[in-house]
């Protein structure tokens, strides 16, 4: 599992920047019995004081997620030829899981990272997947934004997301911009920590709502948001199409370094 924080940060109409502690999960995806051997405090698709669970991911079904993950990387021309896929998200903690942000890393038989899909959920229940091809142990890539998340922001622009490939650490940006310039920035770093039973209870007892506190601190920071003036923006249509391809970039701004890779 991975330990460490996030940070959000508004640059307009005004500034404003917070972050919290964040707990995630690192599943094999074709090895979904593992995990749920590992820890009598983690279930796999049954109720736990920590869950996961296959339907509230990738087809939202309880059939197995390969399919999807290759079929959505295919999309963007990565081939795993079948090398591991790892999902990296927020857990079920007792009844609750809201995921702003699934990460599915896809590697090729020898371990090299060739993909990774954001699978991004909005408050509303709904989701969009971006994926990319990958290449080197820092890579970015752009997309159009295709999919409504935050009120205070119309569904233009494009995303940019900068990827470390996970070992020891984990680092991700995804970063809003209009015409080049940064409306809204969001990161996370963590570093791996073995998934045992005492670190699974420890989390348990320090914060036994942790997960349903990602929503209340969103609708927390957004209240505030609109209390100082943000325009809010009524939810549109879903997109028709459930992903959008991202392209890799080639250079990487300098001024990221200081966000999270």
């Known amino acids: 599992m991975w330990k460490g924080q996030t940070v959000h940060a508004r640059y307009v109409p005004f500034e404003r920047r917070f972050a919290y502690n ?24 049954g109720p736990g004081v920590f869950s996961f669970h296959r339907k509230d991911h990738g087809a939202r079904t309880d059939a197995p997620l390969r399919p999807w993950a290759e079929q ?24 609750y899981k809201f995921a702003p942000i699934s990460l599915w890393y896809g590697y090729g ?29 820092r890579s970015q890539q752009e997309a159009d934004k295709a999919f409504h998340v935050s009120p205070f922001f119309d569904v233009t622009g494009a995303y940019r ?47 036994p709502f942790a997960t349903l506190g990602v929503t209340l601190a969103i609708h927390w920071q957004a209240l505030k948001i609109w209390l100082r003036g943000a325009q809010y923006r009524s939810r549109p249509d879903l997109p028709t199409a459930s992903m959008t391809v991202a392209k890799p970039l080639v250079a990487i701004p300098p001024t990221l370094t200081k966000d999270a890779a």
Do not use: C, W
């Open 72 to 95: 959505v990387l295919a999309k963007a021309g990565i081939a795993l030829d079948g090398g591991a896929i790892r999902l990296v998200t927020f857990p079920r903690q007792l009844f």
């Open 22 to 45: 964040v707990t995630l999960i690192d599943i094999d995806i074709d090895r979904l019995g593992a995990a749920a051997r590992q820890s009598p405090l983690f279930s796999v698709d």
């Open 109 to 137: 038989p020898s371990g090299d990272l060739r993909g990774i899909i954001y699978e991004v959920n909005n408050t509303f229940g709904e989701t969009h997947a971006y994926a990319a091809a990958v290449s080197g142990d």
């Open 161 to 207: 997301f900068t990827l470390r490939t996970p070992t020891d650490r984990l680092g991700i940006v995804v970063e809003s911009l209009e015409d080049g310039a940064r409306l809204h920035m969001a990161n996370i770093t963590a570093r791996r920590h073995a998934a045992t039973t005492g670190a699974l209870l420890a989390i348990a007892l320090a914060t």
